[in-house]
């Protein structure tokens, strides 16, 4: 009987458990959903803006995405930044003085005397050469100017009436780090010959006086005997034949704390620059600091840093955000992934709380910051890949703020509850012409090329008109823009005529043929970028309007830059730059920098061009630099060298109620408006922006 | 039986040698390198570049590669390229949040599956087994995205139902039953989708299953001895069909800790299968090894298990 019973028992119970399992696990997901249908979201005083990708580190010395530079945006500050018009202003650091530090050398300390006593008689207006002061010590007359640049320093020398000794400087690159050989070297020669010495790792820097030939064949011997001919670089750099130093001084505020409270000093800011030039740390910000001799910290409010040589986009170089030396300072570098990048601590107005790895960053309000009390409790940075997702988090208010494709702003364009932010943005799209294939080097084939598309159509229907045609290698906003650069205008009769002057001639199938050989060319770009494979497309097709055949092939990223761009194998390119503020484009156009895997990738040379790239670069007068940087885009958007598209506007939505800023004005007064875009960005007063339903906060 | 499950245990080790030799091989000769500072940045020097490169042993030939990360792995040291954190700390970090989901889908999968498949059998060639079996057609064809978007659109357009993340953010539960019911909708939600394919799958499987053991001479006797149809079905019928099933487990377990690349996007899951992902498109060498390796070891182990279950629910297999 037993058996039995069991028997008729497990029947209905594996029945039911057939059924039962999926409909339990229904019916707890139906409560789920009707729960959670119920929650209402506080957000509370915080803002929640949501972005596709996710930060990769939170140091700010080592990151190079946008999302973690958003994050460590507020929680780190530089030494200096740029304000709501884009200008330079003080940001760590209170005030800061530019002057420019200029040794002569001369045969023996009687003949400094004499130069210097020539100076005092001969200067009348120190003023006008921004002459400060000048002392004697030894054989050398040093001059302190307080403008940076290398011509008031010529104009005093030739008040001396005595020739001084000719200052030459080898630059020196070898396989292995090298500051004790070179070191050994100066110590070698006659110490009174040598008189600086500069290197970092495998980058180094002799300067001495006099001969060239002979020093430099005896430093190359010397080399070589410890690292071998292969690897090894002696270059002279081209100088003014005295030493022409740039020092800039910060005095930093007095009451800045880092957000553990530890006093921020200048010895924060060494550190920084320490950590920066240390291959462990592979900062990608580097090459900013590669021509700065020394940062000195005469004290704990003061720091001076000299210059190697006449360098102006160095104040740029100090909106770096400054890490705190005594969290990191002894800490080696390969630490630092383990801590302090995904916790760290900074000055800014936020201070870090909480990193869900792919999920979201929150950032909470410093209590104790040092330009006032923040508005908001916290801002929580999340990240959703998925565009569309992004889209409905934002429209369902679970994010406030999206930075959004220029087709889906369309749709924000009309509604009253969206502010719309548009931002000419610092980048532009363009096609590089290889220059090294034959078909490309005729100029009037790329002005031909260049009035054979529509640009117009292109900005209308692919960036659904937010953008303006590109002019070259500025955009619009930079302060040295050259307005005066005509766009070449789209006319297919104009192409048309500069191919059949140039020997190309349509063919039987319509395609243009010189010397047997049809203009048929492949244009290349990376997968997953919408607006590029675009531009390629209406590129084809204009193209084949004028008889030139053009293939499109599209490769994921990683191989297209590995297999073509980087080795100059490609035909024609689409691609972008995102620039900086900086005027600096040597990297970009100088034609040492077309070898492959640097960024010269279509080939470009010209000797006019090259003389301007480098002489931009140290020089500090402000109409000077919009001169030459104009001269400079003229010159390349002539040369057609790309043909250059458009410069697309950033777009962005935000809720229209969710927000408003106050922030303080002049003599002490506050500042109550909406969300502004401003030069810098919407987000440049982001400590100051308040939720309306927490206004009593904000005012108090 | 304990001889058996050492043998093949060695055997796995063997394998697993050389999986992690292809997998390195596959992913190190895809063209492209790891360049972990975005788009041709101009601000990187040769310098950094030269540092990078040998921090990761990217100087070195593959062979050395190999065996660098193979020890780096071993020893726990192994870090990733993209943010210098510890592989295995980064794919630990994700499996609470991957296993959930993936035990979800699991759950549903086979639940329904059974539940399905078994309804079918039981009228199979009438109309509920035709209705039930297109359904299934039709849910393998579904592809998943689509699914999720029109899901997304119409939950958060229709309902204002956060369908985002692990769980609601900015909420504050006032009690724990509410906060895992939140957290059980953030898991289910993308698991149902996961589970589409699932269901279709085990439940053409069970009812196939199912009705080639009911063709079998012993059920012809439980009938003709005057057995009641459910017990003929559910007692003698079903216990010999479960073995798709052991199968389905076996091949699921490496799905445990594989990722649903789409699927997490698209709902902000953070799930392995993005971790994964990001790690190709950044050519992150050591995650894309450990993760090939550790999700290796589990096929490896999901089978042997399933090898080992079978013997159990089966006394008609018997492991030598």
Same mark, same amino acid.
């Given at each position: ?19 039962g399992?999926?409909l339990?696990?229904a ?7 009707w729960t959670v ?13 949501g ?11 080592q990151?190079a ?10 929680i780190?500050?530089?030494?200096l930044?740029?304000?709501a ?8 650091a ?10 002569f ?9 004499l130069?210097?006593?020539?100076l005092?008689?001969g200067?009348?207006d120190r ?33 001396f ?11 020196v690159m070898?396989?292995?780090p ?17 008189v ?11 300067v ?17 005997e ?16 005295f ?10 505020? @007095? ?5 553990d ?6 010895r ?10 240390d @291959?462990?740390?592979?900062s ?16 704990a ?11 102006s ?45 792919n ?7 410093n209590e ?6 923040p ?19 934002f429209?369902?208010r679970?994010?406030d ?17 969206f ?5 000419p ?12 294939r034959?078909?490309?080097?005729d ?11 529509n640009?117009?159509q292109?900005i ?12 070259g ?16 205008a789209y ?11 140039a020997?190309w001639v349509?063919?039987?199938d319509?395609?243009r ?8 060319f492949?244009l ?33 990223w ?7 761009v ?5 035909d ?6 995102a620039?900086?503020?900086g ?12 070898e492959?895997?640097?960024l ?9 061009a090259?003389r301007?790239?480098e ?13 030459q940087?104009?001269?400079?885009q003229?010159?390349?958007y ?12 950033g ?13 303080p004005?002049?003599d ?10 401003t ?7 982001l400590e100051?922006?308040?939720r ?9 | ?5 050492i ?22 000769l ?8 975005g788009e041709?940045?101009p601000?990187?020097s040769?310098?950094?570049k ?12 593959l ?6 990360i ?18 295995l ?7 609470p949040?991957?296993?959930?989901l993936?035990?979800g889908a699991l759950a549903?999968s086979?639940?329904?599956g059974l539940?399905?498949g ?7 060639g009438?109309?509920p ?6 359904l ?14 029109l899901?997304?659109i ?5 309902g ?12 504050t ?17 993308p698991a ?5 394919g699932g ?15 009911l ?12 057995l009641?149809?459910?017990?003929v ?5 079903l216990r010999?069909?479960v ?10 377990l490496?799905?445990l800790i594989?990722g ?9 899951y ?13 050519r992150?060498?050591p ?19 399933a090898?080992?279950l ?10 030598e």
């Amino acid at each position: 009987m037993g058996f039995l019973t069991e028997k008729i028992r497990i029947v209905p119970r594996l029945r039911t458990l057939i059924v039962g399992i999926p409909l339990l696990l229904a019916a707890v997901t139906a409560l789920a959903l009707w729960t959670v249908s119920r929650v209402t979201v506080d957000k509370k005083n915080e803002m929640y803006i949501g972005s596709i990708g996710e930060p990769g580190t939170l140091n700010p010395v080592q990151a190079a995405d946008s999302a973690s530079g958003s994050v460590t945006g507020v929680i780190f500050n530089g030494l200096l930044k740029y304000n709501a018009g884009l200008e330079i202003v003080g940001d760590l650091a209170a005030e800061w003085d530019l002057s420019q530090r200029s040794t002569f050398f001369f045969d023996s300390a009687e003949e400094a005397i004499l130069a210097a006593a020539n100076l005092e008689a001969g200067v009348m207006d120190r003023e006008e050469l921004h002459l400060r002061r000048y002392a004697v010590e030894g054989n050398r007359l040093e001059l302190e100017l307080s403008l940076p640049g290398v011509d008031d320093s010529e104009k005093l020398a030739t008040k001396f009436g005595v020739t001084p000794l000719t200052v030459r400087t080898l630059s020196v690159m070898a396989p292995k780090p090298l500051s004790d050989a070179l070191t050994l070297f100066a110590a070698k020669e006659s110490t009174a010959r040598v008189v600086r010495v500069w290197s970092n790792g495998n980058l180094g820097e002799l300067v001495f006086l006099g001969d060239d030939e002979a020093t430099r064949e005896r430093l190359r011997v010397w080399l070589a005997e410890r690292f071998g001919e292969e690897g090894l670089r002696i270059e002279p750099v081209q100088g003014p034949g005295f030493l022409a130093e740039p020092v800039v001084v910060f005095r930093l505020h @007095d009451d800045v704390r880092w957000h553990d409270g530890a006093p921020f000093t200048s010895r924060d800011v060494k550190f920084t620059y320490e950590a920066i030039m240390d @291959d462990r740390v592979a900062s990608p910000r580097k090459p900013d600091y590669e021509l700065v001799l020394s940062v000195e910290t005469p004290d704990a409010r003061r720091v001076r840093v000299v210059y190697r040589r006449p360098f102006s986009p160095a104040l740029e170089s100090w909106m770096m955000s400054v890490l705190p030396a005594h969290l990191l300072a002894g800490v080696p570098p390969d630490q630092w992934p383990l801590t302090f990048n995904r916790k760290p601590v900074g000055t800014g107005p936020f201070k870090f709380a909480e990193w869900k790895t792919n999920q979201f960053v929150r950032v909470a309000r410093n209590e104790d910051y040092f330009k006032g009390l923040p508005h908001l409790d916290g801002i929580v940075f999340r990240t959703l890949p998925d565009p569309l997702t992004l889209r409905l988090a934002f429209e369902t208010r679970q994010v406030d703020f999206w930075s959004a494709d220029p087709w889906a702003v369309g749709s924000f364009r009309a509604d009253e509850r969206f502010t719309l932010f548009t931002s000419p943005s610092n980048s532009y799209n363009y096609v590089g012409w290889n220059l090294r294939r034959p078909m490309f080097q005729d100029l009037r084939v790329r002005r031909a090329l260049a009035h054979a598309v529509n640009i117009d159509q292109m900005i209308r229907y692919i960036l659904y008109g937010y953008g303006t045609q590109s002019t070259g290698i500025f955009t619009p906003e930079m302060w040295f823009f050259n307005p005066r650069v005509r766009p070449l205008a789209y006319d297919p009769e104009s192409a048309r005529q500069l191919l059949d002057e140039a020997g190309w001639v349509p063919g039987k199938d319509g395609i243009r043929v010189k010397d047997g050989q049809r203009f048929a060319f492949t244009l290349i770009t990376n997968n997953g970028n919408v607006i590029r494979s675009d531009i390629a497309t209406l590129v084809q097709e204009n193209l084949r309007a004028v008889g030139i055949e053009v293939t499109v092939e599209m490769y994921e990223w990683a191989v297209f830059l590995k297999r073509f761009v980087n080795q100059g194998e490609f035909d024609a390119v689409v691609l972008g730059w995102a620039l900086g503020q900086g005027f600096d484009q040597f990297q970009i156009w100088h034609s040492s920098q077309a070898e492959p895997e640097r960024l010269n990738m279509v080939g470009y040379q010209s000797k006019e061009a090259d003389r301007l790239l480098e002489s931009v670069r140290e020089e500090f007068d402000r109409d000077e630099i919009i001169r030459q940087c104009g001269e400079l885009q003229q010159l390349i958007y002539d040369d057609q060298p790309y043909l250059f598209l458009f410069v697309p506007e950033g777009t962005s939505v935000m809720w229209k109620d969710a927000f408003r800023v106050k922030r303080p004005g002049p003599d002490g007064t506050w500042i109550d408006e909406p969300v502004k875009m401003t030069k810098a960005g919407w987000s440049h007063y982001l400590e100051w922006f308040y939720r309306p339903e927490y206004a009593t906060e904000a005012s108090e | 039986m304990t001889v058996f499950i050492i043998r093949r245990l060695l055997a796995s080790i063997v394998l697993l040698f050389f999986i992690s030799l292809i997998s390195f091989f596959i992913i190190t000769l895809t063209p492209g390198s790891p360049y972990p500072w975005g788009e041709l940045n101009p601000k990187v020097s040769e310098d950094v570049k030269r540092v990078f490169r040998e921090k990761f042993h990217l100087d070195k030939p593959l062979h050395e590669q190999y065996g660098f990360i193979m020890r780096d792995l071993f020893t726990g040291e192994l870090r990733s390229i993209k943010d210098e954190r510890p592989v295995l700390a980064k794919i630990a970090e994700r499996l609470p949040a991957t296993l959930a989901l993936n035990l979800g889908a699991l759950a549903l999968s086979l639940s329904f599956g059974l539940l399905l498949g078994v309804y079918g059998a039981r009228h199979a060639g009438r109309p509920p087994d035709v209705i039930t079996s297109i359904l299934a057609f039709v849910f393998i064809a579904l592809p998943g995205f689509w699914v999720s978007y029109l899901l997304a659109i119409g939950l958060v357009n229709y309902g204002a139902v956060p369908i985002l993340g692990t769980h609601t953010i900015g909420v504050t539960f006032s009690n724990g039953l509410e906060a895992f019911l939140d957290r059980w909708w953030h898991v289910m939600l993308p698991a149902s989708i996961l589970a589409i394919g699932g269901v279709a799958v085990q439940s053409r499987f069970i009812r196939a299953s199912m009705i080639e053991t009911l063709r079998e001479d012993y059920i012809r006797t439980a009938r003709a001895k005057g057995l009641d149809e459910n017990a003929v079905f559910y007692r003698h019928a079903l216990r010999n069909s479960v073995r798709p099933l052991i199968t389905g487990i076996g091949m699921l377990l490496p799905a445990l800790i594989g990722g649903a690349v789409i699927i997490e996007n698209i709902f902000a899951y953070p799930g392995m299968g993005r971790l994964g992902y990001e790690a190709v498109l950044e050519r992150d060498y050591p995650t894309l090894v450990a993760l090939n390796f550790v999700t290796a070891a589990l096929v490896l182990f999901g089978n042997l298990l399933a090898d080992v279950l079978y013997a159990v629910v089966d006394p008609r297999v018997r492991l030598e």
